[in-house]
């Protein structure tokens, strides 16, 4: 189950960063098919594959909101770097003259 979360993580990470998200839909669609036509453990019931595609369903969409949220990240941290560079550069410069 935890390299169903971590894999769903990373690939809506890569499509949220990269695609729209009307991509979702048909990629939820071909994991749902992929998930229900592996075969099945007797020991498991019918509820184990539906609890493994609501995770794989959860953690890919949570995946796509950090890929989303990195693509406006960037900018964000390229217009705070000007405030907080010439402080920090002034800081460096003054301890490598005491040196």
């Known amino acids: 189950m ?3 979360v971590v894999g769903g993580v990373l ?3 890569v499509l949220g960063r990269y695609l ?3 991509v979702l839909v048909p990629v939820c669609g071909i994991l749902v098919v ?3 036509s592996r075969p099945v453990p007797a020991v498991h019931s ?3 594959p539906l609890l493994e595609i609501g995770v794989l369903l959860f953690s ?4 796509y909101a950090v890929g989303l949220l990195s693509t406006k990240l960037r900018p964000f941290m390229q217009r705070s770097r000007g405030v907080w560079a010439p402080g920090f550069q002034a ?3 003054s ?3 005491k040196s």
């Open 60 to 63: 890919l969409q949570i995946g």
């Open 2 to 4: 935890g390299i169903l």
């Open 20 to 22: 729209k998200v009307l």
């Open 46 to 48: 019918l509820t184990y």
């Open 91 to 93: 800081g460096l410069r």
């Open 34 to 36: 992929l998930l229900l």
């Open 95 to 97: 301890m490598h003259l």
């Open 11 to 13: 690939l809506g990470m």
